[in-house]
């Protein structure tokens, strides 16, 4: 285990991102990093970009219907969840490009699971090593603040049948030991006690949208949600998900 400092949040000007930094966000040193002053090219300093979805995009637009008629709906809460956390394979990291956000935008969430680990009861330490649970879309997609736009029912179920992985509910990295869970998908009877020991002030960091801002942070260890921005303020993404350097998988 690496014994430097694990900083959850950082902010930099587009122009400071190194070849060190980048390393040290890969191997777990940050959480979160915000840089401003960036393109919708700055994000190519961090890594390889995955394919998202069935089609095989690798820039997806928040808040702005795309070619295939759907929409990810920003007019209503989710709730916090990683990327994916549903799949076999998560994405390691993500990243969101401001394109645009109006007076009015609802800020985005961030939640440090790793802080979280560090601060929790011995007592939940114990509960949940070695547990391994469902991820399933099935949970959010059960919920009325589910957020995706289907162009038709066929679609939708197809959707839910797939989407399904059993993933340990403790994940470590070099920096130390993390929850992996959300309340969006993990399936497990321990849910009242993570919840009770999770939502935290001190290991939440809330965001206010600029344009031309890139927030890139670790999915694995780091939820987000977003509240509700009225479909009469413009709030634009774009969203991307990195992979980890090949020597570090």
Same mark, same amino acid.
């Given at each position: 285990?690496?014994?430097?400092?694990? !900083?959850?949040?950082?902010?930099?000007?587009?122009?400071?991102?190194?070849?060190?930094?980048?390393?040290?966000?890969?191997?777990?040193?940050?959480?979160?990093?915000?840089?401003?002053?960036?393109?919708?090219?700055?994000?190519?300093?961090?890594?390889?970009?995955?394919?998202?979805?069935?089609?095989?995009?690798?820039?997806?637009?928040?808040?702005?219907?795309?070619?295939?008629?759907? *929409?990810?709906?920003?007019?209503?809460?989710?709730?916090?969840?990683?990327?994916?956390?549903?799949?076999?394979?998560?994405?390691?990291?993500?990243?969101?490009?401001?394109? +645009?956000?109006?007076?009015?935008?609802?800020?985005?969430?961030?939640?440090?699971?790793?802080?979280?680990?560090?601060?929790?009861?011995?007592?939940? *330490?114990?509960?949940?090593?070695?547990?391994?649970?469902?991820?399933?879309?099935? *949970?959010?997609?059960?919920?009325?603040?589910?957020?995706?736009?289907?162009?038709?029912?066929?679609?939708?179920?197809?959707? +839910?049948? !797939?989407? +399904?992985?059993?993933?340990?509910?403790?994940?470590?990295?070099?920096?130390?030991?993390?929850?992996?869970?959300?309340?969006?998908?993990?399936?497990?009877?321990?849910?009242?006690?993570? &919840?009770?020991?999770?939502?935290?002030?001190?290991?939440?960091?809330?965001?206010?949208? &600029?344009?031309?801002?890139?927030?890139?942070?670790?999915?694995? *260890?780091?939820?987000?949600?977003?509240?509700?921005?009225?479909?009469?303020?413009?709030?634009?993404?774009?969203?991307?998900?990195?992979? &980890?350097?090949?020597?570090?998988?």
């Amino acid at each position: 285990m690496i014994t430097e400092e694990y !900083k959850f949040l950082i902010n930099i000007d587009a122009d400071l991102i190194n070849e060190e930094l980048v390393d040290k966000f890969h191997r777990g040193g940050y959480g979160i990093i915000c840089v401003d002053n960036a393109t919708d090219t700055t994000i190519d300093q961090f890594g390889e970009l995955l394919d998202q979805d069935m089609y095989g995009r690798k820039k997806v637009t928040i808040g702005i219907e795309d070619e295939k008629g759907e *929409k990810l709906n920003h007019a209503t809460d989710m709730l916090w969840h990683q990327d994916r956390a549903y799949s076999k394979n998560i994405h390691p990291f993500v990243g969101l490009y401001c394109i +645009r956000a109006d007076e009015g935008s609802s800020p985005t969430h961030y939640l440090d699971m790793q802080g979280v680990y560090k601060d929790s009861s011995n007592e939940l *330490k114990e509960a949940t090593k070695d547990v391994e649970c469902v991820n399933s879309i099935t *949970k959010y997609m059960s919920q009325e603040e589910y957020p995706y736009q289907f162009k038709n029912e066929v679609q939708k179920r197809a959707w +839910r049948m !797939k989407n +399904r992985a059993r993933h340990n509910l403790v994940w470590e990295d070099d920096y130390g030991p993390f929850y992996f869970y959300s309340e969006a998908y993990t399936e497990t009877d321990l849910e009242p006690q993570l &919840k009770e020991e999770i939502y935290k002030e001190k290991h939440m960091y809330s965001h206010y949208w &600029k344009p031309n801002q890139l927030l890139v942070y670790n999915n694995h *260890k780091v939820l987000h949600k977003r509240d509700s921005t009225p479909d009469t303020v413009v709030r634009q993404h774009i969203r991307y998900a990195l992979d &980890k350097p090949t020597e570090l998988v």
